[in-house]
């Protein structure tokens, strides 16, 4: 079975500054898909950005981009220019590429907080 | 906003009794999933439904059951309430597969059990 661990319970950091999410999984799946959700306090989750394990580019979403190291297994996530509205829990997420879609599999959050 | 409708948007109950949560996927949309978040537990998910159909089992009890209904909505049943199963249920809905169709969580029923 897959797993996904988010070994960071709680960051902090200054609004304009980068900040980094850490997120490594254990699969013995080659081909998958990995995604970032964003938890705000209103509780919605939101699809940050998500990669391919086939595709060696790093994917990016404006201020948001991935370090995918598959062979370490790890899916780290950058937000850049950190703003206030980033205030959230993310969850890093693990799918298994079949037809018909596959359930996601979380780890349990990093609870990021800016600073004004 | 998501496109993924869940009712209701709160729901306080005793142990012992039984609830049903709605879900009303976005357009076209085929699958059906329910996550359980709870605060020990983080998110977990329960059950799939594919075109009306079971596809895939998580940790669900055997107190919980779901449906897909020919409309596509779905709905979650919970018997015999415990304290719990307190928690934060969500709805997610995808198209047929793959990264370009990922899935889109509602806003969640959240779940008190007094």
């Known amino acids: 079975a897959q797993t996904v661990t988010q070994s960071q319970p709680e960051m902090s950091v200054q609004e304009a500054e980068t900040v980094t999410l850490s997120c490594t999984y254990d699969t013995s799946e080659n081909n998958y898909y990995l995604f970032w959700y964003k938890q705000p306090p209103s509780r919605q989750m939101i699809l940050v950005i998500r990669?391919?394990?086939?595709?060696?580019q790093n994917a990016t979403e404006n201020r948001f981009s991935v370090n995918f190291q598959k062979a370490a297994k790890s899916f780290s996530l950058k937000i850049s220019d950190s703003q206030l509205g980033d205030t959230a829990m993310y969850f890093c997420?693990?799918?298994?590429?079949?037809?018909?879609?596959?359930?996601?599999?979380f780890g349990k959050g990093t609870r990021l907080s800016v600073i004004a | 906003d998501s496109g993924v409708t869940q009712t209701p948007k709160h729901l306080i109950t005793a142990t012992g009794q039984r609830v049903t949560l709605r879900c009303s996927p976005r357009s076209g949309d085929l699958s059906v999933y329910w996550y359980q978040q709870s605060l020990d537990q983080g998110l977990q998910f329960l059950i799939q439904?594919?075109?009306?159909?079971?596809?895939a089992k998580g940790n669900i009890l055997e107190r919980f059951s779901a449906q897909q209904f020919p409309d596509l909505h779905s709905e979650l049943n919970l018997s015999s309430l415990e304290l719990g199963d307190s928690a934060l249920y969500f709805c997610?809905?995808?198209?047929?597969?793959?990264?370009?169709?990922?899935?889109?969580f509602g806003d969640g029923t959240r779940l008190s059990i007094l």
């Open positions: 439904y594919y075109n009306g159909e079971e596809r």
């Open positions: 997420a693990f799918m298994k590429p079949y037809s018909g879609n596959t359930p996601l599999v």
């Open positions: 997610a809905s995808s198209a047929t597969g793959g990264i370009n169709q990922p899935q889109h």
């Open positions: 990669q391919e394990a086939y595709k060696q």
